[in-house]
């Protein structure tokens, strides 16, 4: 891998560092989402920092950002945008909404109704919104980040799970240390906010060639029949209802890619797939009601699965692709 890819992720971890103390697992769960032009479900208790993260990976890239503070008023229309008579030249103009920008941030997702949840299902797997029969383009490169409060249920929308498989990953952030909560207070004592003082580190340019990048790494058929594996074992499991869908075995490909690039890899290790199973898996798995009420969890179900599959051996596992064969 060049150095200059490795310097660009190591300058948007710095820069988020600047506002988000520790968290360093989630903010790389956070930037492999992005090389895998995927979005992200940030999903924990309110006041730990999900609105700020989102924030500072937005002021880290010189891309434009949108914040969708979700309630129950919010129309479908706000988010894609509508089309309406320009008064001056009598023609329909088409109005843009939120989501035409490249960094958007949907505050608090499952506040508002399942109609303008479902506003965003085109947006999240077609890169694009249809109004009134014609389609618009969305900006590249293009992510949401949503939130929401996983202890607060009055007044709230569960997101289905056709709208969960659009979530790349979901991660939590948690609370921090006794010594990480000290260097938050310092940070946020002064006149004057972190977030404020960001500045872009790279540009969108980098981003998209990045997420090129990520294609690149190579995936043996040994690791794609593991992958394979797992995802099959999650629907078969007694104390799971709802498996892993096609996508989510694709996305484990996908951010498994993302992971080795970031470790100077051109080349999958199922070391890759097993650190990102648990975010790529967790939110698309459903467990059954004997299980919730013998307090199963669907990561723990995950990590039984991963003990059940055999793990091809390095040795067999080709670090490169084969030479294709020439047509004769």
């Known amino acids: 891998m060049q150095q200059k890819p490795l310097s660009i992720i190591q300058a948007l971890k710095s820069n988020i560092h600047q506002v988000i103390v520790g968290k360093d697992d989630v903010v790389e769960l956070i930037l492999i989402s992005l090389l895998c032009k995927g979005h992200v479900l940030i999903?924990?208790?309110?006041?730990v920092g999900k609105t700020t993260l989102?924030?500072?990976?937005?002021?880290?890239?010189?891309?434009?950002?949108?914040?969708?503070?979700?309630?129950?008023?919010v129309m479908p229309s706000d988010v894609t945008g509508y089309t309406a008579i320009n008064l001056k030249s009598g023609d329909m103009e088409y109005r843009p909404g939120a989501v035409m920008s490249q960094i958007v941030l949907?505050?608090?997702i499952n506040r508002t109704s399942p109609k303008t949840q479902s506003s965003l299902l085109e947006?999240?797997?077609?890169?694009?919104?249809?109004?009134?029969?014609t389609t618009y383009k969305l900006p590249q490169p293009f992510m949401v980040l949503a939130t929401q409060n996983p202890v607060e249920f009055v007044g709230t929308y569960p997101l289905p799970e056709a709208q969960l498989d659009r979530f790349f990953m979901k991660v939590s952030i948690g609370y921090p240390s006794v010594e990480e909560e000290m260097d938050v207070l310092e940070k946020y004592s002064g006149q004057i906010k972190p977030l404020q003082q960001l500045l872009p580190v790279c540009s969108a340019e980098d981003i998209i060639s990045?997420?090129?990048?990520?294609?690149g790494v190579y995936c043996s058929r040994e690791v794609r029949s593991y992958v394979a594996q797992l995802a099959?074992?999650?629907?078969?499991?007694?104390?799971?209802?709802?498996?892993?869908?096609?996508?989510?075995?694709?996305?484990?490909?996908?951010?498994?890619?993302?992971?080795?690039?970031?470790?100077?890899r051109d080349f999958i290790l199922p070391e890759d797939v097993q650190s990102m199973i648990l975010p790529v898996f967790s939110h698309r798995?459903?467990?059954?009601?004997?299980?919730?009420?013998?307090?199963?969890?669907?990561?723990?179900?995950?990590?039984?699965?991963?003990?059940?599959?055999?793990?091809p051996t390095r040795r067999d596992i080709p670090a490169e692709a084969p030479t294709p064969r020439r047509m004769k």
């Not at 999903?43 to 006041?47: C, N, S, T, W």
């Not at 947006?123 to 029969?133: F, L, P």
């Not at 199963?296 to 039984?304: K, P, W």
């Open 123 to 133: 947006v999240m797997e077609e890169y694009q919104v249809t109004v009134d029969g």
């Open 210 to 215: 990045l997420q090129s990048a990520v294609g």
């Open 106 to 108: 949907a505050d608090e």
């Open 232 to 264: 099959a074992q999650t629907r078969s499991h007694p104390a799971l209802q709802l498996g892993a869908s096609t996508r989510a075995a694709i996305a484990l490909i996908r951010a498994s890619q993302a992971n080795a690039l970031l470790d100077s």
């Open 285 to 311: 798995i459903s467990l059954t009601p004997e299980a919730r009420m013998n307090s199963q969890t669907a990561e723990g179900t995950i990590i039984e699965i991963l003990k059940s599959v055999p793990v």
């Open 43 to 47: 999903e924990d208790v309110p006041g």
């Open 54 to 73: 989102a924030s500072a990976l937005a002021k880290s890239l010189d891309c434009s950002f949108k914040r969708i503070q979700f309630t129950p008023d």
